[in-house]
């Protein structure tokens, strides 16, 4: 099974400065897809961010852009100008092209005002 | 527009009850999935279904049955619970068009508690 690993189970950053989030993950695949969710405490899982693997571009909405380094098979999420309602658990997801979800163990973001 | 729902929010039952947790879909989406939610474990799968009538196993099935007579519902059972399961459930959907796996679709998730 392909694995996914979030090496930093807590981070904090100063509100509007930037942070980054890491995540790699294991697979002999050459398409598949890879998310970011956030959770917030209310529980729901809210998409934050989706790449194509096929697509070399990095995926970019507002804030939130990624570093996808295919080779090396990492996808870390880069969160600018931080604002109080990033705070909340991320998750790094793969999925392939079978439409099975792998997820991360998370990383708990706290904004510091 | 409700998206994902899913009954009970909250549940305690005790050892070796059947529990069934349901999940409904507002809109059509072929693909549905459960995961469960543990401290230090992120969400991990345990069934998924392409379509009504086709179900799959994830990385955790064991002590849990799906079924899936309508697009529209995934029910997921625990036969006879264990304290193991205590835990919080997801359901997801995805629209799946042309191969292309897009984004899942949360519902708010059920909270479990097997004493």
């Known amino acids: 099974a392909q694995t996914v690993t979030q090496s930093q189970p807590e981070m904090s950053v100063q509100e509007a400065e930037t942070v980054t989030l890491s995540c790699t993950y294991d ?3 050459s398409d598949y897809y890879l998310f970011w969710y956030k959770q917030p405490p209310s529980r729901q899982m809210i998409l934050v961010i989706r790449q194509e693997a096929y697509k070399q571009q990095n995926a970019t909405e507002n804030r939130f852009s990624v570093n996808f380094q295919k080779a090396a098979k990492s996808f870390s999420l880069k969160i600018s100008d931080s604002q109080l309602g990033d705070a909340a658990m991320y998750f790094c997801a793969y ?7 792998y997820f991360g163990t998370g990383t708990s973001l706290t904004v510091i005002p | 527009d409700a998206g994902i729902t899913q009954s009970p929010r909250y549940k305690i039952t005790e050892t070796g009850r059947q529990v069934t947790l ?17 401290l ?9 279904s392409a379509a009504a009538d086709i179900t799959d196993k994830g990385e955790v099935p064991d002590g849990y049955v799906v079924s899936r ?15 193991s399961q205590t835990s919080v459930y997801f359901c997801a959907a995805a629209l799946v068009e042309r191969g ?5 679709f949360f519902g708010p998730g059920t909270r479990l508690t097997v004493l």
């Open chain 2, 100 to 104: 292309t796996t897009n984004e899942q």
């Open chain 1, 27 to 29: 697979t002999s695949e």
């Open chain 2, 22 to 38: 349901m999940c409904h879909q507002t809109w059509s989406h072929s693909y549905m999935f459960w995961y469960r939610q543990d």
């Open chain 2, 40 to 48: 230090g474990h992120g969400l991990r799968l345990i069934y998924y």
């Open chain 1, 95 to 101: 999925a392939n092209t079978g439409n099975q979800f």
């Open chain 2, 69 to 83: 007579s309508k697009t529209e519902n995934f029910p997921l059972t625990l036969e006879s619970a264990t304290r």
